[in-house]
Nanobody, 124 residues
Framework: QVQLVESGGGLVQAGGSLRLSCAAS????????MGWFRQAPGKEREFVAA????????YKTDSVKGRFTISRDNAKNMVYLQMNSLKLEDTAVYYC?????????????????WGQGTQVTVSS
């Protein structure tokens, strides 16, 4: 079992930056692919980024490429999402998720564990 707790959300102006953190419990953190998803009001939860178990490979949805960076620190049981050049359309609740699969997946229902989410609001 993995428990995930996100932090770092907040209110930021367009063009600004935020760094989200996700703390994971348990001694098997490096057995999980880690992902970030987001959900805006009235919309489905969507994939943002994922990182492989050893942190060697990352995957991102097209809309955040060049702006967001996902990383993990297995020694600290942490995963991060650095978000730069934020846009109004990045406003959403951001969720950290863990997946026991062998390769990163982009469908939310494939992930096994979820955090409670952290709100990111980008203002003009």
């Amino acid at each position: 079992q993995v428990q995930l707790v996100e932090s770092g959300g907040g209110l930021v102006q367009a063009g600004g930056s935020l760094r989200l953190s996700c703390a994971a419990s348990g001694r098997t953190f490096n057995n999980y692919i880690m992902g970030w998803f987001r959900q805006a009001p009235g919309k489905e939860r969507e994939f943002v980024a994922a990182v492989t178990k050893n942190g060697g490979t990352t995957y991102k949805t097209d809309s955040v490429k060049g702006r967001f960076t996902i990383s993990r620190d297995n020694a600290k049981n942490m995963v991060y999402l650095q978000m730069n050049s934020l846009k109004l359309e990045d406003t959403a609740v951001y969720y950290c998720a863990a997946d026991r699969a062998f390769i990163p997946r982009t469908i939310a229902t494939d992930y096994d564990y979820w955090g409670q989410g952290t709100q990111v609001t980008v203002s003009s």
